[in-house]
């Protein structure tokens, strides 16, 4: 997979690809900063910790200025601060700085002024830029996370072809009654069933083009479904490397148990559970489907081909009826992706995946490694 050859990075290619902007469009960036006036007179870029940001302005803000604007036939290039959130997906602070200092509003200063919208964050923010995309009609896309080894590999590819494979595999797998996953964790097997209800199968394939407001992933590349249920166990590699095995009913966590790291961390996840029980919601399974290193950032290395990742939390933008109100907190409210791969979980084996549809049982990776199924359908 590392040895696949990639293009050079080229930011016009990437939204010319992406948006198809019609000349006249007007663009603009968003980051997020510890303290977003770092952003008046770029202050922010003497901090060495902030690589993200610096990717920001140095690949994206400048290619802008520097031709890139021009290329394109785009107005605007502008750049906005807000403060860093905390957690994936959690609504975004109103409040935003630009470079000369100026506090502005995103929902009345920036939203409604702009026709294309890149949010290159700490944080992914693609629930909440999704519902004020619909609400008040710009496209965009969500960056979190960006790194070099992103830039080279997974934002240099040909959206086109992540869009065609992506389609090839979301008509592969729509429709299915459930999925069960198998992983074996500490010498012991466990099995998650997660129920779709033959559901239409959605895709994310970076392509976000035309009239619709919509706001893309990127890197993109995976199929994926909102569970309308789940039953049975996984395990799960807490942030600090402690696994718990999660007890799952009636589609969420209903409680952790302690594996090996760190005791406290599993009881303060169940001290959760209990007060703000909708944490444990599960609100996505999808599935990888491109060749790609890699990052060590979950944006890409979830969508690599043979990959999978089940998500707790907030669903709204996936199309689910999760909400931020209806969280206990709003602090809460976040959308998190738990993957499973062999860089982030080498501690825990997915020995297989089976979907059943229409009566039929068809197994879709086994051992991190997509089925002879899924690559058939890539070869048609």
């Known amino acids: 997979m ?10 016009t290619r990437l939204l010319n690809t992406v948006f198809a902007p019609k000349p006249g469009e007007r663009i603009a960036i968003l980051i997020d900063l510890p303290d977003p006036q770092q952003i008046k007179n770029f202050a922010f870029l003497k901090d060495d910790k902030l690589t993200i940001q610096r990717h920001a302005h140095d690949v994206f803000y400048q290619g802008l200025k520097n031709g890139g604007l021009a290329e394109l036939k785009l107005r605007g290039g502008d750049l906005f601060a807000y403060q860093i ?28 002024n702009f026709d294309i919208i890149l949010c290159i964050s700490t944080y992914s923010a693609t629930a909440p830029l999704t519902a004020f995309a619909k609400r008040i009609g710009f496209r965009g896309a969500t960056l979190h996370g960006l790194n070099d080894i992103i830039l080279q590999t997974g934002l240099a590819v040909d959206y086109n072809d992540v869009s065609r494979n992506g389609e090839k595999l979301r008509l592969g797998l729509t429709g299915a009654d459930s999925f069960e996953i198998d992983f074996r964790v500490e010498g012991k097997k466990y ?21 619709k407001p919509d706001v893309a992933n990127l890197p993109a590349g995976e199929v994926y479904f909102v569970p309308e249920g789940a039953e049975g166990f996984f395990p799960m590699r807490y942030e600090d490397g402690t696994l718990g095995l999660m007890e ?19 009881e303060a996840h169940n001290r959760k559970l209990k007060a703000d029980p909708v944490t444990g919601e599960l609100g996505e399974l999808g599935f990888g489907t491109q060749e790609l290193p890699p990052s060590g ?53 997915v020995t ?29």
């Open 2 to 11: 590392d040895k696949k050859k990639f293009p050079p990075f080229s930011l």
């Open 352 to 380: 297989q995946v089976r979907m059943h549809r229409n009566g039929q049982s068809e197994v879709v990776i086994e051992d991190y490694q997509p089925s002879a199924y899924l690559r058939g359908l890539l070869a048609d």
């Open 191 to 211: 099995t998650l069933q997660l129920l779709c209800g033959r559901q239409e199968a959605q895709k994310s394939h970076g392509l976000c083009r035309g009239e």
């Open 85 to 112: 959130t905390g957690g994936s997906n959690l609504d975004l602070p109103d409040q935003a700085y630009d470079p000369s200092g100026r506090e502005l509003s995103l929902e009345k200063d920036v939203y409604p």
């Open 297 to 349: 950032r979950d944006i890409q290395d979830e969508k690599i081909f043979g990959t999978l990742h089940v998500a707790t939390g907030r669903s709204d933008h996936l199309g689910g009826k999760l909400t931020p109100d209806k969280f206990a907190s709003a602090k809460n409210a976040t959308h998190d992706d738990i993957l499973f791969s062999p860089t982030k979980t080498p501690e825990i084996h």
């Open 248 to 266: 799952v009913a009636g589609g969420r966590i209903q409680k952790a148990t302690f594996l090996r790291g760190k005791a406290e961390v599993v």
